[in-house]
Every structure is written in structure tokens, then in C-alpha cells.
């Protein structure tokens, strides 16, 4: 782990290695915007070092296994990369849907490789509103960031929130064709991965079926997304992925070099968003009483209420 | 349309007809929360004569006919009828769903038939958002309540914040019982219908794998939804529904008695919180700029101006 940052907060999180780094993400996580965070966010997001990764797909399609295959090619190339294992849960049930995640197969030792699972489970505003500030540290330290996340519901579109190029890994067979349509999906991705490509006619169509399902919902040919097969257990397709992958990124800042500015601005706005309503009801908790009786006329009441806190013009 | 509710506001808006009643709803959707509006829906939210029904269900699964079927069903029982059929748009593309929406087939000359289209693309918030207070003063007025609404998103799930009874249409052998049981709706019809059940085997098979698949996601037997078998087109089916709907229908109350008070209360919370985050933004909005370039520093600011406004305990 290498910093070029100058900053001084950045230079010692760089000089401390592995686990100041992980104290980092945890304060991160914990106080982000505490004026000690603050600072370091700041100058990480002016620095950044690297290229942020989104790694999404179905459960079982096999994104662990890419990922540790992805991050083994990174670093026979010599890149430092980080990974962000976002667990997202059901929010009817509150279950975990990855009981059992295959664990990446990585050498503990390797100083240039950082690995942290994360839950969004109790997390108000899902992937993105956990993950972001993270991710901005770790692309100010590491080569690569890899941020890995289920497929399930929102978390697909919100990888676009957060990542400079997102792959989305797709498994033979499954009908994903049909519903990344119906979803709209097809319009996210940088890099669509037929995963199990071993085996073979089936994954093969799939893949055809998928390029043509992408033609007809990205009909901007020059920002339509490659379409690879993969056979991660094999090690069969990981090149021609990786070269994809580094020219996504090598070219990630020049094709839109306002998409960072965008997701930090995003993410701060519901973030603000957020604790302002918080802070709302909690001073509007004395005026709640009388919606539960009158739920029309109470909401009258509250609105006169907030017309005192917030005047719809302000000096 | 006869009206029991003994206030003059409604009382007069029973007396007005159907033309009076579409130019209140019209006047509900532009303005809930004026002091007349306020006044009406509380009123008509404190004299519910009738029994909201939630339709949804996916595209082309035959909904318009069947609340044809519906409506002329409850009308041979001497029930009055207002439908408000709502049109949820892809947030991503903008466009219609339903372009070519069949039109219920219904007698324009029947005064005890009310049918209202709304267009909830434009709206913050949805299906729910939009429809609740419409549906408070219909209720009011009318025996029945039906909403009909596509089910893509979330506006299956919003459908229970607004009805007190929701059935759910299923084509036969569309894929629709597994989508239902990954998105987790299963847990939200009171009755589940198979359309097009003139198909034979294919529906019944369809209905048995929902009755399977529902036994599974709904353990609680007393509250398991009951599955049936419709060809509207030819008039099967329809009796069995009204009769089950009708049960249902009169237990609503019985069944939950919050049910009403809950969704008012989620109505008004959720409406009040809109207002109050475009109000408080509109207050920060000099505060805004700063963070486009400095975003994380910029954030610590603006929660600075926040504590000016909305002080974390105030008096």
C-alpha cells in the first residue's frame, strides 16, 4: 500500500498499513462526518489514486470467485486493490441473503491486498449511503477498489452511485436476460460477464441473447456495454475481462469526468437529507399526537407548525 | 350515489352527483392540504361508508377486464361503484406503460358508477402518495372503492398503504409465482387471482404452484390468501371473487381495525416530510454551492446550518 497523496492525514493512513486502514474505514463508517473524517475524505477525494470497481449480479451467479480471480490478475500486474464486500439484506424479512459468501481466496499476508465484508442491513439508504465514503478512501490508497454487491432490488442501480465502472455478472440459463430488461438494468453497466462459461451451447446463448437484449436497450452503440463469457474456476475468459476492465478504467475519468463530482454530491445531499428529517420530526414530535385522531386536519395543524420552523421565504 | 355522512361539506358533494365529485377530487389532488380540502377529507376520513379494493397485478394480466366484470357485478348487488385507475410510469424512461389502456366497459349514463384515470408519473412518492385522499373522499361516497393499479416496482407494495383489501392477478404460466416470492409479495394479496383461467391445465397448474408457493411465504394459515380462478371474459369465475371479496370486504374493519388509522397516519407522515425536506432545502439552498467542489468539507458546513435551524434539542 503506497500513498502519492500529500496531505498529511493521507500520508500517515498510507505509512500505517493494513490496519490503520481498517481504524480508518471503521471511523469512517462509525462518524462521517466528524471534522477529523471530514478532513481525510476531503483530501482523499481530491486524491484519488485509483479506479472503483462495481462487481454486481444475482446470488449464486458467482461474483466471488470472479472477484478473487479479478483480484489475483491485479496483482500479478503489480496493482494494489482493495475490495468492499457489501452484503445488503432483505429489508421485509431482515434475514441475511449470503449466509454462507464464499470467502476470497487471497493471501493474508499480501500487504497490497485489503479485504472487508460490510452489512447494509441497518443502513437507512442502502449500498450506496454506507459504502461511498468508504470507497473514497480506499480509491485515495489502493490501485483498485473492487466493491462487490447482490443483485437484489435497488442495489444494482445503486452501484452506479458509486463506482467509476460497474461489471454486472450474469449466469447462464437464468432468465436475468428478460428481467435486467424488464428492470432497465441493461442501461447500467460498463461490462456485462456471462459467468460458468464452461458450460458451454448454454452460456453461449445466453451471452448472444444478452448482446442482443443490449442492442436494442442501449441503441448509443459507443457507450454500449461489452459483453464477455467467463469460466472463473477455470481461469478461462479472466484476460480478456481484465483487459476490458483496465481499459474501462484508464479511460473511466476522460469519458465522464464529472461522475465523481456527482456521486459525492449525491451522496452528501441524502445524507444531509437524512439528518435534517431527523432533526425535523424530533422537533415536530410535540404536533404528532393529534394525527393519529385526525390524521387530515392534524396535518393542517403540523403544516402551520413548520411554517414557523421553516418559513417558505427566509432572510 | 346516496350519501349517509351527516356533514354539510359532503353532504352537499352527495347531493352534487358525479360532476360535483370529480371536481372535488380534482380539487384534492391539487390542493390536499387547503383549509377546504383539509375539512372535506376529515370529514369523509371519519364517515368511511364503503371498502377500498386494491387491484394490481402485471401488464397484460387482464386487470381492466376483470374490474369490468367487477363493477357490473356490484351493480346488479345495487352497490355503488367509483374506480380510480392509476397509471404508474417508468421513473427511468418517462414513458407510459399503459398507452392503449382498455376502457372499462361501463355504462356512462349510471350515476352509481364513478370511473377516474390518473397519471401518477409526475408524482413524488407514487401510486399512494397520490391516490390516498382521493380514496378517503370516494370511500365516503361510494359502496365500493376499486383502485386498480400496474403492478411493476413498488406500487404492488403500495397498493396495501392504500386499500383495505387487495387482490393480486397472476397470468398462467407467466413466471409470475417465483417473481413473487423473490420480491416478497406474496405477503400482500388478500386474494390472489388466476386470469385467463379459460387457458385449462396451463391456469390450473399456474393456480396450484401460487396456492403452494403462498402456503410456503404465508405460514399464518387464518391470514393465507385464498387463490382463485377467473375468465372474465366469459363471466367465470366472477361470482366466486364477488363472493370471497365481499366476505373480506366485511371484515375489513373487524380483521384490523388500525388498518385505516395506519395508512392516514403513513399518508400525512409521509406528505409532511416532502413539504418539510423542499422547504428546508430551499433554506440551505445559498449553502448548497460549496459543496459541489469541496463535497465533504462542504457537508460540514452545511450540517453547521443546520444546527442553526434545526437545533438538535429545542425548546
Redesign the interface.
Known amino acids: 500500500m503506497r500513498a502519492e497523496a500529500t496531505e498529511a492525514p493521507l500520508a500517515a493512513l498510507a505509512a500505517g498499513g493494513k490496519l490503520a486502514f481498517a481504524r480508518a474505514l471503521a471511523r469512517v463508517e462509525e462518524a462521517p462526518?466528524a471534522?477529523d473524517t471530514?478532513?481525510l475524505?476531503?483530501a482523499a477525494?481530491?486524491r484519488p489514486r485509483g479506479v472503483a470497481i462495481g462487481l454486481t449480479g444475482p446470488p449464486g451467479v458467482g461474483k466471488s470467485t470472479l472477484a478473487s480471480a479479478l483480484v489475483a490478475a491485479w496483482r500479478r500486474l503489480g496493482r494494489t486493490v482493495a475490495v468492499l464486500a457489501v452484503d445488503p439484506s432483505?429489508p421485509?424479512?431482515g434475514g441475511a441473503l449470503l449466509g454462507d459468501r464464499t470467502r476470497l481466496a487471497l493471501d493474508p499476508e499480501d500487504e497490497g491486498v485489503f479485504v472487508r465484508s460490510l452489512a447494509a442491513r441497518d443502513r437507512l439508504g442502502g449500498v450506496a449511503a454506507l459504502c461511498f465514503?468508504m470507497l473514497?478512501l480506499a480509491r485515495a490508497l489502493f490501485d483498485r477498489v473492487l466493491i462487490e454487491t447482490v443483485g437484489v432490488g435497488q442495489s444494482e442501480t445503486e452501484i452506479v452511485d458509486l463506482a467509476d465502472v460497474v461489471v454486472l455478472a450474469v449466469q447462464p440459463a437464468s432468465?436475468d436476460t428478460l428481467q435486467f430488461l424488464k428492470a432497465?438494468i441493461a442501461?447500467i453497466p460498463d461490462i456485462a460477464v456471462v459467468t460458468k462459461a464452461d458450460l458451454g451451447l448454454v452460456a453461449e446463448r445466453s451471452a448472444r441473447e444478452l448482446e442482443a437484449a443490449l442492442a436494442l436497450a442501449a441503441p448509443w452503440a459507443h457507450r454500449r456495454p461489452s459483453v464477455l463469457r467467463v469460466a472463473a474456476s477455470r481461469g478461462e475468459g479472466i484476460e480478456a475481462l481484465l483487459a476490458v476492465l483496465e481499459e474501462r478504467a484508464s479511460q473511466a475519468a476522460q469519458r465522464d469526468p464529472d461522475r465523481r463530482?456527482r456521486q459525492?454530491?449525491r451522496?452528501?445531499?441524502r445524507?444531509?437529507?437524512a439528518?435534517?428529517?431527523r432533526?425535523?420530526?424530533?422537533?415536530?414530535e410535540h404536533a404528532l399526537a393529534p394525527?393519529?385522531d385526525?390524521?387530515?386536519?392534524?396535518?393542517?395543524a403540523?403544516?402551520a407548525e413548520?411554517d414557523r420552523?421553516?418559513?417558505?421565504r427566509?432572510s
Chains 1, 2 share one sequence.
Open positions: 462526518f471534522s471530514v478532513a475524505l476531503q477525494w481530491e432483505s421485509r424479512t465514503p473514497v432468465g432497465g442501461e463530482r459525492a454530491e451522496w452528501v445531499l445524507e444531509l437529507e439528518e435534517a428529517l432533526r425535523l420530526l424530533r422537533n415536530l394525527i393519529a385526525r390524521p387530515f386536519a392534524g396535518a393542517a403540523m403544516l413548520l420552523l421553516l418559513p417558505e427566509q
